[in-house]
């Protein structure tokens, strides 16, 4: 029943700074783990942070130091800090919740996507 909504997307150069925040309709402690994930054209969607109930987080490799994933359980909302843009990171980005139990996953949320283009 829980929705998520993405924002904060656009256009922006090399090198600037963008906030993506996905607001959930519903309470997001329905879920385990938050996710951000992106597809540019003719790639398989990767993922690119988590952020779990209890705050800890991952990134991928290819955005580590440059984004960071976080949350505010007050409003709902689950953030992902893009800095240090570059245009390989050009790509709609989704946000997930997924709800778990133990290593079975229960049931996925997914979002309708935020573009972020970014030029040389």
């Known amino acids: 029943q829980v929705r998520l909504v993405e924002s904060g997307g656009g256009l922006v150069q090399a090198g600037g700074s963008l906030r993506l925040s996905c607001v959930g309709s519903?309470?997001?402690?329905?879920?385990?783990?938050m996710a951000w994930y992106r597809q540019a054209p003719g790639k398989q969607r990767e993922l690119v942070a988590t952020?779990?109930?209890?705050?800890?987080?991952t990134s991928a490799d290819s955005v580590k130091g440059r984004f960071t994933i976080s949350k505010d359980n007050a409003k709902n909302t689950v953030y992902l800090q893009m800095n240090s843009l570059k245009p390989e990171d050009t790509a709609v980005y989704y946000c997930?919740?997924?709800?778990?139990?133990?290593?079975?996953?229960?049931?996925?949320?997914w979002g309708q996507g935020t573009q972020v283009t970014v030029s040389s």
């Open positions: 997930k919740g997924s709800r778990t139990s133990g290593p079975l996953t229960v049931y996925d949320v």
């Open positions: 519903g309470s997001i402690f329905s879920f385990n783990v």
């Open positions: 952020i779990r109930s209890g705050g800890t987080i």
